[in-house]
């Protein structure tokens, strides 16, 4: 992977690296914006204008490409997407133990006993 690529993308912003996974499998916009929604519980709500910015320079990068789907235009990641993908998982895995790691140690309760909302 080109290092000014890994620079530009990580850190990753969340509408990015969720982006990244709903299209693992070709999906076309609206069905990328339902995927999102519903993985993260509403949480993250992608607008159309958010989204088609940032496909078009996910493309434009190579990290995704425009596959055709049922007469519509679809997405999917590429290899250098992928790469992305995973090197931002491992920091962000990093990150999370790091974080876990120092509020045990500092006697803080970190939430993970509770269930996500």
Do not use: C
Not at 93 to 98: N, P, R, T, V
């Amino acid at each position: 992977m080109e290092e000014g690529i890994q620079k530009k993308y990580i850190p990753m912003t969340e509408t990015t690296y969720y982006t990244l996974l709903s299209v693992i499998v070709p999906r076309h916009g609206y069905a990328i914006m339902q995927y999102v929604s519903e993985l993260t519980r509403g949480r993250i709500v992608l607008g159309t204008g958010t989204l088609y910015t940032m496909v078009g320079r996910l493309v434009a990068d190579g990290i995704i490409v425009q596959v055709p789907q049922d007469g519509k235009k679809a997405y999917q990641i590429t290899d250098t997407g992928t790469e992305l993908l995973q090197v931002e998982t491992q920091r962000l895995g990093k990150q999370l133990a790091d974080g876990v790691s120092v509020m045990k140690e500092g006697g803080i309760a970190d939430g993970s006993e509770q269930q996500p909302q």
